[in-house]
């Protein structure tokens, strides 16, 4: 199987961006990547889930996809779920021919541990014979012990001719069961190779970022003094911004949230999930912007609303026209505007500028470092390494739920490859 | 925007009205005079509107109580039950005159609701199931009382005593029409004014648009949940209160009489806001004592009323989006919490 000079874009973003990747039977090949680095889009237009803008796919086999979160019925038993996919085969040999241990098919699903609903989903996806077996993450929810249980499967179909697609952020498993690893970055490939060591893969997969020199101090900044910010190993003083950064999935969602329930007094949040979390979409700009004010007063609020209006350039008819209507950057500007104009001491800002184009990008970066520099304390978790370093004065890396330890960010331009990807301390 | 939304009620109760007397053919009459009947019967004459206004004033409390909840995104069902609360607390503290009476009413029908919210937090047991139990268990335990301890002195029938003439609702003039009028139309003006004018209802509104959304802007939702569901049981509490002080006077078995279940299409009907309610509710109220007179003289039964309601109910769900919206939200919630995926963080 061939990926031709495979393109796709969403939006103005690049998702894949003309790549050519040749198969061979038997291989195993790991591929890794930063998040958004295009691999997940690759494998779907593999799989022919996704059509490409441009570009071919040569000779196509039979594919089976594993994807990253379980598509499983809770409600129903091991052998019901499989019925789905394959009616009127006999579940107890389907499970005995793909050589998984899979135990007690009349248990239901919701019952199972997330090491067996994954042993469930592969079965399904390597029942159907494929040529091409793609696995996004398979690890991620994996004990050691697990992993090592499905290395000998994927060695075992590989041996049978099958090319093994193995997407991981997990370095030391690529390099223990890849025997060809391809790493993308920005859409395209960088290394299309063999052997390498942990060092090399991880610089590879990670760009280095140079730290940012100079970044404008608010009046009156002193540096030490009680942090207005702290948790464990966090700590975000006045006028600074820490920012936090990893892979996704490591605990940056949960940290949000518990800061947005444990964290008193004037603060202000900036959600992740702008769709689900940002703005109450049936209600007028207006209303939004009062959400959290202690008054409500309709003609005040509008009067309000139509000055932040102006000031942060929202693309809006009026106050009184509803959030949902409006565009997910113009949304964003809402959730800024009234999260910033309460003039907060502390600011947890989570993913502000994903999807955002880069006028409105550098609007929001602005707006952070205004009320930096006005006082405030600033927490960015972003998963934009970009970001991250162009505002961070401080960074730590996320892994597993766990922070690194605070590194300036000339450190982390130079560690955060390697801890990013959990290898090495 | 409000046009279209005004157009779509007035359409619904067109529909439902035309309906009804299309549906007088199979009985051997003519829609035109079914229409008539309908007309004349409700509001054709002095003694028709009073009726019409008289069975209004519980459906405006009821719909009042299911706006309130709707608007909080709380699946309140239990008006009838916590109208049955209503009436029984009144009935219990009016010997202590008729303002203690109205209070019980509405403390009864606040504190039969919270029940379900108390359940909804403590263990997320989702309130469009616990509200509809809790009205069978009021149903029955009225049933009981007035077999029983609330047994009227003679033991003749299942009914209570009058309560004292003291705690009666004073009527109006010379009218059938009783005090619980002026009640009804000032809770809806409060309904508003709560709902559209205060911070409070700015954030009841906002966590029942979107309760994830309403929780990231600082707002404490399980606080706004059990503020709405004891707001919306002290309304229809109110409800069957006044039913008892200004009309009834006595409890006896089947005492709700749909009132609290009517007050879902009353709010519907109403696009689940409180003035809109002033027309729907009379809407309804005409409804039912024009359904009276088909009874009386062209033999349909009255319960063709509940027809009406249920044509009304499925039209403003076919055609209005936030009566969807506000339909799926909160037991969509709590269903995809039960199965533990992160619909809320």
Redesign the interface.
């Known amino acids: 199987m061939r990926l031709s000079h495979i393109t796709k874009s969403f939006g103005a973003n690049k998702a894949v961006d003309d790549v050519t990747l040749d198969f061979k039977p038997g291989e195993i090949v790991g591929l890794v990547g930063e998040n958004g680095a295009g691999k997940t889009t690759l494998m779907s237009i593999a799989a022919g889930e996704l059509a490409p803008d441009e570009g071919a796919i040569e000779d196509r086999e039979s594919v089976g996809i594993v994807h990253q979160h379980f598509l499983l019925v ?1 409600e129903f038993t091991i052998a019901e779920n499989l019925a789905l996919s394959m009616w009127g085969r006999d579940p107890a040999e389907v499970i005995r021919d793909s050589g998984i241990d899979l135990r007690g098919f009349h248990r239901r699903v ?1 019952d199972l541990s997330v090491g067996e609903k994954s042993k469930l989903e592969l079965i399904k996806a390597i029942a159907g014979r494929p040529r091409f077996l793609i696995l996004d993450e398979p690890t991620s929810v994996l004990a050691p012990a697990e992993a090592r249980e499905l290395f000998d499967v994927m060695r075992r179909l590989a041996a049978d001719g099958v090319t093994v697609i193995f997407i991981s952020h997990k370095i030391p498993e690529v390099l223990e069961v890849a025997t060809r690893i391809v790493v993308m970055r920005r859409g395209r490939i960088i290394v299309d190779g063999g052997a390498m060591s942990a060092e090399q893969l991880a610089e590879a997969m990670v760009e280095k970022r140079s730290p940012q020199t100079e970044r404008r101090r608010p009046a009156g900044w002193t540096a030490g003094g009680s942090p207005a910010l702290k948790r464990n190993e966090l700590e975000v003083h006045r006028g600074e911004i820490v920012s936090i950064i990893g892979v996704a999935g490591n605990g940056q ?2 940290l949000a ?1 518990n800061l ?1 329930d444990t964290l008193r007094g004037h603060v202000a ?1 900036i ?1 992740e ?1 702008r769709a ?8 007028t700009i207006a ?2 912007i ?9 003609r005040a609020a509008a009067r309000r609303a139509a000055e932040l209006i102006e000031r942060f350039d929202i693309r809006a008819q009026s106050p009184l026209q509803r959030a949902g209507s409006l565009s997910g950057g113009n949304q964003q500007k809402v959730i800024l505007a ?1 999260e910033l104009e309460r003039q907060p001491e502390i600011i947890v800002a989570a993913e502000p500028t994903r999807g955002l184009d880069i006028e409105a990008t550098r609007f929001v970066h602005d707006e952070l470092r205004v009320a930096a520099a006005r006082g405030a304390a600033i927490l960015l978790i972003t998963s934009d390494l970009d970001e991250a370093f162009t505002l961070g004065d401080a960074i730590h890396v996320i892994y597993r739920g766990a922070l690194s330890a605070r590194l300036t960010p000339g450190e982390a331009a130079e560690r955060a490859p390697v801890l990013m990807a959990g290898i090495g301390a | 925007m409000n046009v279209r939304r005004i157009a779509v009620a007035v359409l619904a109760a067109a529909v439902a009205i035309a309906l009804l007397a299309v549906s007088g053919i199979a009985f051997g009459h003519s829609p035109r005079e079914l229409l008539s009947i309908l007309i004349s019967g409700s509001v054709g004459s002095n003694f028709a509107l009073q009726g019409t206004l008289l069975k209004s004033i519980p459906l405006l409390l009821t719909g009042l109580s299911v706006v309130i909840a709707f608007r909080a995104g709380v699946w309140n069902i239990g008006g009838e039950g916590q109208f049955l609360a209503g009436a029984l607390g009144a009935f219990l503290a009016a010997r202590y005159g008729m303002i203690a009476a109205i209070a019980a009413s509405l403390l009864a029908g606040a504190i039969w609701a919270s029940i379900a919210s108390a359940m909804r937090l403590w263990r997320n047991a989702p309130e469009v199931l616990t509200t509809i139990l809790l009205n069978f268990i009021a149903i029955h335990l009225l049933g009981y009382a007035v077999n029983g301890p609330l047994q009227e002195a003679s033991g003749k029938y299942p009914q209570s005593d009058a309560i004292p003439i003291a705690a009666m609702l004073p009527t109006l003039g010379a009218s059938e029409l009783h005090a619980g009028i002026i009640l009804a139309i000032v809770a809806a003006i409060a309904a508003w004014f709560l709902l ?4 409070e ?3 009841l ?2 966590s029942g ?2 309760r ?8 404490n939702v399980d606080a706004q949940l059990v503020r709405a569901m004891a707001i919306s049981g002290a309304m229809a509490g109110l409800a069957g209160g006044i039913e008892l002080l200004g009309v009834t006077h006595r409890l006896f078995e089947r005492f709700a009489a749909g009132y609290g279940y009517a007050g879902i299409a009353v709010a519907l009907l109403a696009q689940l806001h409180p003035l809109g309610t002033l027309a729907s509710a009379f809407f309804f109220g005409a409804l039912t004592t024009g359904a009276g007179e088909l009874q009386r003289t062209a033999g349909i039964s009255s319960t063709v009323a509940t027809f009406g309601q249920a044509i009304v109910i499925l039209v403003m769900i076919v055609f209005t989006r ?1 009566v969807r ?1 506000a339909g799926v939200s909160p037991a969509g919630v709590a269903a995809s919490r039960r ?1 533990g995926r992160a619909e809320e ?1």
């Open positions: 809770n919701a969602s949960e949230a947005r949040h959600p999930d689900r979390d940002g703005l109450i979409a049936e209600m209303e939004n009062a959400l959290a004010e202690p008054r409500w007063n309709p009234r | 559209y004018r205060t911070a209802g700015l954030r509104r906002a648009f979107n994830n959304a309403a929780k990231w802007a600082g707002i936030s919206s199965h963080s």
